[in-house]
């Protein structure tokens, strides 16, 4: 079973950026196609970004759509989510997950339902100040 740890969170100001790492252990994550959502308070957890095992592949909401970036490093066991130009809306625990059932290997469907992953990290916070 993988196991997932995000970092890189952390108070900002409108306008600033942010690098999340989301680091794997137990298993290679280059097998998996990984996503990022959110949860803010009082708020179901949304959909941010998703990529595909090799990278060649990414989605977005499109509430970041053109502000963040999904990538991975395979040989770092690493999936990042640059994210640029935040604002307060932003703020919310972050978390990665893997989509380990092989029925969802990719993301050509169901990457937004967060049903369809079946490993997650424990989150990391990021608020925004206006």
């Known amino acids: 079973q993988v196991q997932l740890v995000e970092s890189g969170g952390g108070l900002v100001q409108g306008g600033a950026s942010l690098r999340l790492s989301c680091s794997a252990s137990?298993?290679?994550?280059?097998?998996?196609?990984m996503g990022w959502f959110r949860q803010a308070p009082e708020n179901q957890r949304e959909f941010v970004a998703a990529?595909?095992?090799?990278?060649?592949?990414?989605a977005y909401a499109d509430s970041v759509k053109g502000r963040f970036t999904i990538s991975r490093d395979n040989a770092k066991n690493t999936v990042y989510l640059e994210m640029n130009s935040l604002k307060p809306e932003d703020t919310a625990v972050y978390y990665c997950?893997?989509?380990?059932?092989?029925?969802?290997?990719?993301?050509?469907?169901?990457?937004?339902?967060?049903?369809?992953?079946?490993?997650w990290g424990q989150g990391t916070q990021v608020t925004v100040s206006s």
């Open positions: 997950a893997a989509r380990t059932d092989a029925f969802y290997s990719g993301i050509n469907f169901a990457y937004t339902e967060s049903r369809t992953y079946g490993a």
């Open positions: 990529i595909s095992w090799g990278g060649g592949s990414t």
């Open positions: 137990g298993r290679a994550l280059g097998t998996y196609a």
